[in-house]
Each structure stands twice: as structure tokens, then as C-alpha cells.
T-cell receptor
Framework: EAQVTQNPRYLITVTGKKLTVTCSQNMNHEYMSWYRQDPGLGLRQIYYSMNVEVTDKGDVPEGYKVSRKEKRNFPLILESPSPNQTSLYFC???????????FGPGTRLTVL | GESVGLHLPTLSVQEGDNSIINCAYSNSASDYFIWYKQESGKGPQFIIDIRSNMDKRQGQRVTVLLNKTVKHLSLQIAATQPGDSAVYFCANQAGTALIFGKGTTLSVSS
């Protein structure tokens, strides 16, 4: 089944404790992206990747890092999480930038 | 800056009615537009898309209309069903970024 998977689905952590949210797709997509979703603000793009080893900032990249060492994986790294990063995070992938994006199920992160 | 907005945050309809959800965008260089549906607890799900060289595209029970002159996008859902209850997002692709609107919550009562 073609899908985007994220782990963990739920995470509660404390300020400053490094964490990684994994994202994997099995559709051989070149384009992958991370979004955060907050009430009243919709989905905002954090980082995206056009291909392996090619990443770029989206609208809200502060406090986040990403890497794209393999085509299928695009982890989101929070080196020192803060409470304002409490949010619902979605990973997505697509063939290209002007094609349908497939979204993962989401990761709900709470930073205390 | 760029923005994609929806005219109404909520829309309530009766089962069987036609629903129209509107969206305005600001980037005149946008060339690809998408509608997503998000059900509670799930990720956004693709509904239909349209490119800037078209002004109308139809899917199963859904139609997207694009008016580039006034930078307006709409999603029409025919014979709305309770299963259509969700949050609907418009988005536009400008360059390498996908810009989402804030969403319209569609509530369908039977």
C-alpha cells in the first residue's frame, strides 16, 4: 500500500530534550515536506526537500532541522524543543512540486 | 507576502444540498491549485487539483473553479453527504512551496 508513515504518532517531552520525528514514504517520491498545523493558522511549511541531499527552508524553519540521506526518509529534528513547538506535525511527499502531496497521519507533539 | 485565504471559517448545510467553499489567493504567479479534505484525527487528503491553464475541472461529485482574474478558487460538492463533514483546505503551489489556506469546516446535517 502506498503510504507516508510517521513515528511517533504522539509525543510528550520536556523543554530542551532533543527529539526526532521520522517520516518514510514508499512511493519513490522525490519531493518531501514537513508542515505544522496550529489552530487558526492552518498548515505551515517547515522544511522541504527536492531530492536526496537537497533541503530548503519553508515558512517556519526556526528551531527545526531536517536531513535527506535517503530518498524514502525525511526526519524532522528538534535539537532543543520549546513549548512554542507544541503542535501537530505532518510529513508529505509527492512526485514533484506541482503534484498531489500525500500526507502522513500526523504526529502530535507536546513540549512541557 | 503570499497568502491563501478562505472566505468563511465554517459552512453548515443539509444533506443533499450542494456546498460551495471559496478561497482567495494573492500570488498571481501561482500555477497549481489543490483542494484537500481533513477529517478529524487524520492527515489532509487530496480531493482535486487544477492548473492555471484551466478554469474548471470536475471529479466525482466535486468541481473546482478557478478565476484567475480575481484570484479566486472554489470547490463545489454536489449532493453533500454526512461523510463530507470535514475541514477543507485550498492550497496553491508557487515555486517550490505549497501555501495552505486556514480551512473551512463543513458540517452536514441529516
Amino acid at each position: 500500500e502506498a503510504q507516508v508513515t510517521q513515528n511517533p504518532r504522539y509525543l510528550i517531552t520536556v523543554t530542551g530534550k532533543k527529539l526526532t520525528v521520522t517520516c518514510s514514504q514508499n512511493m519513490n517520491h522525490e519531493y518531501m515536506s514537513w508542515y505544522r498545523q496550529d489552530p487558526g493558522l492552518g498548515l505551515r511549511q517547515i522544511y522541504y526537500s527536492m531530492n536526496v541531499e537537497v533541503t530548503d527552508k519553508g515558512d517556519v524553519p526556526e528551531g527545526y532541522k531536517v536531513s535527506r540521506k535517503e530518498k524514502r526518509n525525511f526526519p524532522l529534528i528538534l535539537e532543543s524543543p520549546s513549548p512554542n513547538q507544541t503542535s501537530l506535525y505532518f510529513c508529505a511527499s509527492s512526485v514533484g512540486t506541482d503534484n498531489e502531496q500525500f500526507f502522513g497521519p500526523g504526529t502530535r507533539l507536546t513540549v512541557l | 507576502g503570499e497568502s491563501v485565504g478562505l472566505h468563511l471559517p465554517t459552512l453548515s448545510v443539509q444533506e443533499g444540498d450542494n456546498s460551495i467553499i471559496n478561497c482567495a489567493y494573492s500570488n498571481s504567479a501561482s500555477d497549481y491549485f489543490i483542494w484537500y479534505k481533513q477529517e478529524s484525527g487524520k492527515g489532509p487528503q487530496f480531493i482535486i487539483d487544477i492548473r492555471s491553464n484551466m478554469d474548471k475541472r470536475q471529479g466525482q461529485r466535486v468541481t473546482v473553479l478557478l478565476n484567475k482574474t480575481v484570484k479566486h478558487l472554489s470547490l463545489q460538492i454536489a449532493a453533500t453527504q454526512p461523510g463530507d463533514s470535514a475541514v477543507y483546505f485550498c492550497a496553491n503551489q508557487a515555486g517550490t512551496a505549497l501555501i495552505f489556506g486556514k480551512g473551512t469546516t463543513l458540517s452536514v446535517s441529516s
